[in-house]
């Protein structure tokens, strides 16, 4: 039986949105989503107004998705310029270092500056609208300053989590074909040093990257690197000579804003991109609402700027919204697992937006580390990323929010550019696990495998019958595969890869990927990226990847591996191997589990059974369901005896 949280009265009083404002708004934006859209695009400055707001099309023979499309504007001005006047000596960021020792905040007129002496300096260095620039840093201010200037100038900024190996950042600025990389000598979490510009160096040497003609590099520890004049810069020395003013460049609405590479379920992951004013619209709308967001507050999200969190919510939407964002640099658990509330009460924290993994990780080291600190401050917590069980939510509610902050568990991806299903803390009843109802103008459906449309409380695959300003609008360089990985497998729809059921009263609640794409921390990881790292192996001849269940990450990585003949089986080479993925794709892609598998269950076409592969991973060898089809029904009856979790 699930617990009702009922909205507490101190949010229904004050809220920015309450029940009846959600409920008749809601009704206006899906009715007539154009006017709902026309008049919240008005919350950013345009250089050229818009007129028309809306062009869609979901179906896969003529599909486009445009919004605001004859406006003009920029990004930079609208996360800076424009807060100068009211807001210019208001904290734009917080940054906490990985030392508790270091902090600093940066007011909206120094990141102004910086931002425009940063755009003078890839303009210097020949970067134009259009062009393509590879992110590569830790989370530092100059992250920051980094993607607004590109947005400045209209340069489309491809942000690589930096703790990706060589080869992840060689394949996207391969298929993104970046003129710079922006990088930093080293990264540091929790004390441990990440050699960020040796992995740019390394990643140069792999083919296809030569269209790099400059490595930027922000000094972060001062730790030795190797420059290769000329073509790599020193970011401080260059910038100290730049001008701190700079006329922000007009883009249209549909100007590509970034692009993001994102796993699927097969093949490499996909470039997805985002254009400019929808983006923006929807990102600063829905954390206004979402976040309840006042003059006053502070606002954190741990997401890395690696992600599409990192993106919509730690810069983009606060930023848009003249917000307080707190920027970390550590990890949950340095120099001890208080460490988050430390900061919450050394910076006043009134909003908190995490990770499910992370509230089980410290859930796990008991209410200590909590009860030390005050968290007075907090008026609000948010989850993203995964689904978040009903013991964390409790946890997260009881112990970190003592009972008084609501939860808002936000569902959305990296493709859909900010969040598609949330509750607003003013107008909804939390349910524990649920991310609750739909935000203005979405339009969630659940379908059953052959696409007939389920009514009232079902289960199934959840897809969006209509668009939202803040949708992705192609896979780069590649148009074909985004219509067929997203709208062809229910036409007419946005197909998410995600199961979800409805109950009773109309909520929702995410199952998980319906795909091949497992879910590792918050983390998404195609199957398939995986296996491709462990045949790259000499000694591997093939190999199964599926996710399992594990208690702190959510999912866990079940790598099955068939040796080439002849090859002995051994500890050691399944230490390699884990070392190996590790290497290839970086840590995060870490097998949990590898075991040999002498066959592989397949059909006789030769397709891969991974059903079978997923109930022996989760240890349920009574639930193999039916195996009649496989061309050798035998290699399934050592898997189940070989298995490593039990
Ligand atoms: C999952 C992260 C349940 C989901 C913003 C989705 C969630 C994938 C939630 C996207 C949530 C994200 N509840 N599941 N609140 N939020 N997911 O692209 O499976 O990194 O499809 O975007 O994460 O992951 P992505």
Known sequence: MTKLHPVPDTFAAHARIDRAQYETAYAESVKDPAAFWDRIGRRLDWITPYTQVKDVSYDARDLHIRWYYDGELNVSANCLDRHLAARGDKTAIIWEGDDPAESRRVSYRELHAEVCKAANLLTSLGIRKDDRV???????????????ACTRIGAIHTIVFAGFSPDSLASRIADSQCKLVITADEGLRGKKKVPLKANVDEALKRPNTNSVETVLVVRRTGGAIDMQVPRDRWWHALLADQPATHAPVACEAEHPLFILYTSGSTGTPKGVLHTTGGYLVYASFTHEAVFDLREDDVYWCT?????????SYLIYGPLANGATTVMFEGVPNFPDSSRFWQVVDKHKVTLFYTAPTAIRALMREGED????????????????????????????????????????????QTETGGILITPLPGATDLKPGSATLPFFGITPQIVDANGAVLEGAAEGNLVLTDSWPGQMRTVYGDHQRFIDTY???????????????????GYYWITGRVDDVINVSGHRLGTAEVESALV????VAEAAVV????????????????????????????????AWVRKEIGPIATPD???????????????????ILRKIAENQPDALGDTSTLADPSVVANLVNERLVR
Not at 303 to 311: K, L, M, N, P, Q
């Open 547 to 578: 996710g399992c269940p594990h208690d702190i990450k959510g999912q866990g990585i079940y790598a099955y591996v068939t040796l080439k003949t002849g090859v002995e089986p051994t500890d050691a080479l399944r230490k390699e191997l884990v």
């Open 536 to 539: 790259a192996h000499p000694q």
């Open 369 to 412: 580390p909590v009860r030390k600190t005050s968290r007075a401050s907090l008026r609000l917590l948010g989850s993203v990323g995964e689904p978040i069980n009903p013991e964390a939510w409790e946890w997260y509610y009881r112990v970190v929010g003592d009972s008084r902050c609501p939860i808002v568990d936000t569902w959305w």
């Open 134 to 148: 590879a992110i590569y840093l830790p989370m530092i201010p100059e992250a920051a300053v980094a993607m607004l």
């Open 303 to 311: 997401a890395d700027i690696g992600w599409v969190t990192g993106h």
């Open 593 to 611: 589990h590898l075991q040999w598998a002498p066959g592989l269950p397949k059909t006789r076409s030769g397709k891969i059974m991974r059903r």
């Open 487 to 505: 709208f062809r497998t229910y036409p007419g729809t946005y197909f998410t890869g995600d199961g979800a059921r409805r109950d009773e009263d």
